[in-house]
C-alpha cells in the first residue's frame, strides 16, 4: 500500500509539474502574442496617412485670390520682356511681394499638330507679404496665349495663369518649347517665366 501511494504521489507531482510547465508556456505564448499584436497596433496608429506630395493638388495651393484686372499675354516683338532684368532685394525684414510658382514647367508629350489646342494652368502664387502685381505677359511665339486670372495676387493667395498652345498655329512639327514670361514688382524676380514642351506629330 505504502509503495502504491507514493507511486500515485509521484505521478500527481509529476502531473503537477506538467500542468505547470503546459501552464507557463501557454502564458508565454500569450504574453508574446500580446507584445507583438501590441507593437502592430502602435505601429499602425503611428502611420498618419501618405501625404500629398503633387503641388498641383488643390490642398497643397494657396486659395485663389479675388479677380482684380486679368490680364492677357501673347507675342509681341515690340513689347518684349527683357528675362535678365536685375533684380533688387530689400532687406529680409521689409515687406515685399514673393512670386512662388509650384511647377513652372509642363511637357504636353506627343500631341497631333491639329486641330486640338494643348493647355495648361500653372499656379502662381503670393508668399509674401505685399501684394503681387503682374505689369505684363509676354509669349516666346505667336502660338502661343495665356490669360492670369488676376494681376493683382494678394498675400497667401494664387491666381491661375492658363497657357493655350496651338501647334496648327503655324507649321510646327517635332520637339518644340514655349515661353511665358511675366513682369512682376517682386524685386527678387523681376521676371517670372513658366514653360512648355511638345512633340508635335504630323
Same mark, same amino acid.
Given at each position: ?5 507514493? @507511486? ?16 507557463? &508556456? ?17 505601429? *499602425? ?11 498641383? @493638388?488643390?490642398?497643397?495651393? *494657396? ?5 482684380? %484686372? ?18 533688387? @532685394? ?10 512662388? &510658382? ?7 508629350? @506627343? ?36 490669360? *492670369? ?29 514655349? &515661353? ?18 511638345? %512633340?508635335?506629330?504630323?
Amino acid at each position: 500500500m505504502a509503495t502504491s501511494t507514493r @507511486s500515485k504521489r509521484k505521478r500527481t507531482v509529476g502531473n503537477r509539474r506538467h500542468q505547470k510547465n503546459n501552464s507557463s &508556456i501557454w502564458l508565454m505564448a500569450v504574453g508574446a502574442l500580446i507584445v507583438i499584436l501590441g507593437g502592430i497596433i502602435i505601429v *499602425l496608429n503611428g502611420q498618419s496617412a501618405p501625404a500629398n506630395t503633387d503641388p498641383m @493638388s488643390a490642398q497643397n495651393l *494657396l486659395p485663389l485670390t479675388e479677380p482684380v %484686372n486679368p490680364i492677357e499675354g501673347w507675342h509681341d516683338m515690340e513689347n518684349m520682356i527683357d528675362p535678365n532684368q536685375p533684380t533688387d @532685394s530689400l532687406p529680409a525684414d521689409a515687406p515685399q511681394p514673393n512670386v512662388a &510658382i509650384p511647377v513652372s514647367y509642363f511637357d504636353f508629350g @506627343s500631341i497631333p499638330a491639329a486641330p486640338d489646342n494643348a493647355v495648361q494652368t500653372f499656379p502662381i502664387e503670393n508668399t509674401g507679404t505685399e501684394p503681387l502685381i503682374i505689369n505684363r505677359m509676354v509669349t516666346s511665339c505667336a502660338c502661343t496665349t495665356a490669360q *492670369l486670372s488676376s494681376s493683382v495676387i494678394e498675400p497667401g493667395k494664387r491666381a491661375d495663369l492658363t497657357v493655350v498652345f496651338d501647334p496648327d498655329f503655324h507649321d510646327t512639327e517635332g520637339p518644340v518649347k514655349r &515661353i511665358v514670361w511675366m513682369e512682376t514688382n517682386d524685386p527678387d524676380m523681376p521676371v517670372a517665366e513658366v514653360s512648355i514642351t511638345a %512633340n508635335v506629330q504630323k
